[in-house]
């Protein structure tokens, strides 16, 4: 099965810093990750697919870039808001494998 | 406006069961495939199943399989998740979750807001 990993594993960044979050997939996935917003207690939220398609009501800070077997979701200028766990997605074939995801703060 | 709406958790003893169910409405529910995810105390987001829109697909994660069973009520527009032999490491926030419009394998575009399975003595 194709792994998915995601660096870091959290991180701590200023309110308008730009924020960058790289997902490894361990054999080309051409562009089939999907982005997720996880705050606590609330329902996971997709922020981007196909790589870097954002979806619809999604603040345009958020972008998503790459293809193959790397990937990144960029947010511009991150605001308080943002605070959560981001996870990448994988969804070319089953298994659906989600990466262990990346948790984000304000410094 | 698509609704999912998760019920059937509760506390379970390990090798016990139950049955989870995601009644769906605001879309055409026969028309996508429907998944369910999971999420541990602690830990992350992990795929447990998906069935085909018809019902004559389905697809398990390695951890369930041989133990859980997904199906759909078309007609209800319900989807089901029965879980069998549960274990201790079944513990989670169970989500049904739409699949996203497009062909083939898709991403989650709606989740419902979870339903807490416990498995414990």
């Known amino acids: 099965d194709i792994q998915m990993t995601q660096s870091p594993s959290s991180l701590s960044a200023s309110v308008g810093d730009r924020v960058t979050i790289t997902c490894r997939a361990s054999?080309?996935?051409?562009?089939?990750v999907a982005w997720y917003q996880k705050k606590p207690g609330k329902v996971p939220k997709v922020l981007i697919y196909?790589?870097?398609t954002l979806q619809s009501g999604v603040p345009s800070r958020f972008s998503g870039s790459g293809s193959g077997t790397d990937f990144t979701l960029t947010i511009s200028s991150l605001q308080p808001e943002d605070v959560a766990t981001y996870y990448c997605?994988?969804?070319?074939?089953?298994?659906?494998?989600f990466g262990p995801g990346t948790k984000v703060d304000i410094k | 406006e698509v609704q999912l709406l998760e019920s059937g958790g509760g506390l379970v003893q390990p090798g016990g069961s139950l049955r989870l169910s995601c009644a769906a409405s605001?879309?055409?529910?026969?028309?996508?495939?429907m998944t369910w995810v999971r999420q541990a105390p602690g830990k992350g987001l992990e795929w447990v199943s998906t069935?085909?829109?018809?019902?004559?697909?389905?697809f398990y994660a390695d951890s369930v399989k041989g133990r859980f069973t997904i199906s759909r009520d078309n007609s209800e527009n319900t989807l089901f998740l029965q879980m069998n032999s549960l274990r201790a490491e079944d513990t989670a926030i169970y989500y049904c979750?739409?699949?996203?419009?497009?062909?083939?394998?898709?991403?989650?575009?709606?989740w419902g807001q979870g339903t807490l399975v416990t498995v414990s003595s």
């Open positions: 979750a739409k699949r996203g419009d497009g062909s083939g394998w898709s991403y989650f575009d709606y």
């Open positions: 605001g879309f055409t529910f026969g028309n996508y495939a």
């Open positions: 069935i085909s829109g018809g019902g004559d697909g389905t």
């Open positions: 054999q080309g996935i051409s562009n089939y």
């Open positions: 196909a790589a870097s």
């Open positions: 997605q994988k969804y070319n074939s089953v298994p659906l494998t």
